[in-house]
């Protein structure tokens, strides 16, 4: 099929219109067919083993890019099988809630080693000052945001806790 729409390319004739024709397939699949009934099919196979051979001769004189590009594809597709497979054992030797347990952990350690190799090479003051300004500052304003609405909607309440149960009704 490749060589013909390249010869087509070739002398011209570029414009394939609707590609291959229906009645070019049907012709096709009634060669095949008639090529089977007069090969006298038979019962022991013998119609396989020919297939087989004809398939290994076609794959003989394929082009190199095949014969490098098929057992590449082959051996991707063993290692994804191989993959899916060891990970659905996993799934159903384990639960998936404790294997999310265990990739959080991994993921909280590499972060918290990643902290602690900073912390020691910068010194640990400056990398608590560094790491905790920062919610530092955003829970002075939570706090002070905090005040002011309580201050502002309960201004008879001296203590949070007071506003607190104010807002209750105890």
Known sequence: MLRWWAQRLV????DLGDAVDAADAGELAFDAGSALARSGARADGG?????ASGALEVAGGADEGAVVVVPVVAIFLVCIAVVLGAGSLVLLYFSWDALLAVAIEV???YVSAR????????????????LT???LL?????????GATLDHFLPEARSLPEAVRMLLGR
């Open 138 to 146: 955003g829970a002075v304003a939570c706090a002070v945001i905090l």
């Open 107 to 109: 993921a909280f350690s």
């Open 11 to 14: 002398e011209g004739r570029a």
């Open 115 to 130: 902290a602690a190799v900073r912390v020691a090479r910068e010194g640990w003051l400056l990398a608590a000052v560094r």
């Open 47 to 51: 119609l396989l083993s020919d297939a």
């Open 133 to 135: 300004w920062k919610p």
